[in-house]
C-alpha cells in the first residue's frame, strides 16, 4: 500500500503568509511539512526537496516504512 503524499500551496497553518506544503496521513499519523514561499520564488516548486525530507524524518519518527511515500514527484 503506497501513502500518497501531497504537494500542494495555500495559506499555511503557522503563518497568514503563502506556503507550499506537504501532506500525508495513514494510520492515524499525519505528516505535515510547511515553507513559506518568497515573494521572488517559482511557487510551484518551491521548497520541494526541503519539504520532502522533512516528510521523511517524520515518517521516521513514527515507525512508516518511508519505501511507503509515494511523493508527488518522483
Known amino acids: ?15 497568514d503568509a503563502a506556503v507550499n506544503y506537504m501532506l500525508a496521513e ?19 516548486e518551491y521548497g520541494y526537496d526541503e519539504l520532502k525530507d522533512e516528510i521523511i524524518a517524520q515518517a521516521k519518527e513514527n515507525d512508516i516504512d518511508e519505501s511507503l511515500l509515494k511523493f508527488w514527484w518522483d
Do not use: H, S, W
Open 1 to 15: 500500500m503506497m501513502i500518497n503524499v501531497e504537494f500542494n500551496g495555500g495559506q499555511g497553518r503557522k503563518t
Open 26 to 44: 495513514i494510520d492515524g499519523v499525519e505528516l505535515y511539512a510547511e515553507m513559506e514561499i518568497p515573494e521572488d520564488a517559482n511557487p510551484d
